[in-house]
């Protein structure tokens, strides 16, 4: 297998299956939550590292989670929403 692997991050899960977000791309792929890898907590917003096999494929299988990524998304994604909002003059939209 090769030592490649891509980054996909759990968008959300609804009736068994996964919806999850190519990090580099931005494209989604549905994938039934039972091929997640087992032991592992898989929830929204988990950031997984997913092996890809000799034949360009994705192991999910085999996909790790990567809660140090996971740790440091979040924080920024606070720090942008907390950038908004300082900027944000409060009241109601003029059109």
């Known amino acids: 297998m090769s030592e490649y692997r891509?980054?996909?991050?759990v968008d959300r899960?609804?009736?068994g299956t996964c919806?999850?977000?190519?990090?580099a791309t931005g494209r989604t792929l549905e994938i039934a939550q039972?091929?997640?890898?087992?032991?592992?907590?898989?929830a929204e917003g988990t950031v997984l590292m997913v092996p890809v096999t000799d034949e360009g494929?994705?192991?999910?299988?085999?996909?790790?989670p990567d809660e140090e990524l996971q740790k440091r998304r979040l924080v920024e994604a606070e720090e942008?929403?907390?950038e908004l909002?300082?900027?944000d003059p409060g009241g109601d939209?003029?059109?």
């Open 6 to 9: 891509e980054i996909w991050i």
């Open 13 to 15: 899960i609804r009736e």
């Open 19 to 23: 919806v999850l977000v190519d990090d």
């Open 34 to 42: 039972s091929l997640m890898p087992s032991g592992r907590v898989v």
């Open 57 to 64: 494929g994705l192991d999910w299988l085999s996909a790790e």
């Open 80 to 82: 942008v929403l907390d």
């Open 85 to 87: 909002k300082a900027r």
């Open 93 to 95: 939209v003029q059109l």
